[in-house]
């Protein structure tokens, strides 16, 4: 096992925020280098079990050696099914953590990074056909337009996706210094860091779907909790975080639930506490904490 492979984030709380039963079922659906699946499991009994998810092939050489756990290499769009597969109805608990891997951040041919020269990947899961390089390379305009600004927050989007289908016309773009250059117009050197994290983040964001497995694993979330069970999901950008807190709120992402005459609506879910952030402390050793979101809930 590569011991750097992540730090586990806000990991005593977000496991804390389970309120583990010794003899629960739980799902890690982000594992990993596997830190908050090794705190679940010594919270565990004998009788407890452990599930965990994770599509990136590399997270498999750190599995754990332990009769109560099992890793699906799979991405956990899929939960419900493969717990299926094993029997398993309903949990005590689902945790998830959105981030990317420091792993994936760090190994420069992953092409998750500004800091590397690489070829324009982005993907969790490797076997997956599309790539940051599809992406950018053969996405017609207005789509280019719509990733930029939906998942990038990226006001100058427009200008950004016809510079990008203008230059690709040239050549291809294949390398995250290529696009740098191709872009670099829109990089002012006091935010270039910022700018070109919100570029990578709204491609890596498409490529991967994100957004769409977000949705789909929250709404399962009522199906497969049992009464009590609890999420424990930490956040990394505001369209994930507000995903999450939407459903919390009243099981939906885009408008309000249907109340009954006396104005009151009933929800899946209900909120335990309210949001949680790094301390300073856990910023200053692992600074890809700073902007991690912890909301905790509970199935009514």
Avoid: W
Avoid at 257 to 274: A, H, I, S, T
């Amino acid at each position: 096992m590569t011991m750097d492979y992540h730090n586990a984030v806000l990991l005593k709380e977000t496991v804390e925020g389970l309120n583990i039963k010794p003899d629960g079922v739980y799902v890690d659906v982000t594992f990993g280098g596997g830190g908050h699946s090794k705190a679940i499991l010594s919270k565990l009994g004998a009788d407890g079990k452990l599930f965990a998810f994770d599509q990136d092939k590399d997270a498999l050489a750190n599995t754990i050696e332990d009769d109560r756990f099992v890793l699906i290499n799979e991405n956990f769009r899929y939960i419900k099914r493969f717990l299926r597969f094993y029997g398993v109805k309903a949990v005590d608990g689902v945790l998830a953590d959105f981030g990317v891997s420091s792993h994936q951040f760090d190994v420069a041919e992953r092409g998750f990074s500004t800091r590397f020269e690489a070829r324009l990947d982005m993907r969790m899961n490797q076997d997956n056909k599309l790539s940051a390089y599809e992406v950018i390379n053969d996405y017609e305009e207005e789509q280019l337009r719509t990733v930029l600004l939906q998942y990038g927050e990226l006001r100058q989007a427009p200008a950004m996706a016809r510079v990008i289908v203008s230059e690709r016309k040239i050549a291809p773009i294949e390398t995250s210094e290529q696009l740098k250059i191709v872009l670099n117009k829109f990089l002012n050197h006091r935010k270039e860091n910022k700018v070109l994290a919100q570029i990578y983040q709204a491609i890596r964001i498409e490529v991967n779907q994100e957004i769409e497995v977000l949705k789909e694993l929250l709404l399962q979330m009522p199906e497969i909790l049992k009464p009590k069970g609890r999420l424990s999901f930490i956040s990394y950008h505001s369209l994930e975080d507000r995903l999450v807190k939407r459903f919390i709120r009243n099981g939906l992402f885009e408008g309000e639930p249907e109340r009954d005459v006396f104005g009151n609506f009933e929800v899946p879910l209900k909120k335990v506490g309210g949001l949680v952030v790094p301390s300073k402390e856990e910023i200053k050793l692992n600074n890809r904490a700073r902007s991690a979101k912890l909301r905790i809930a509970e199935k009514i």
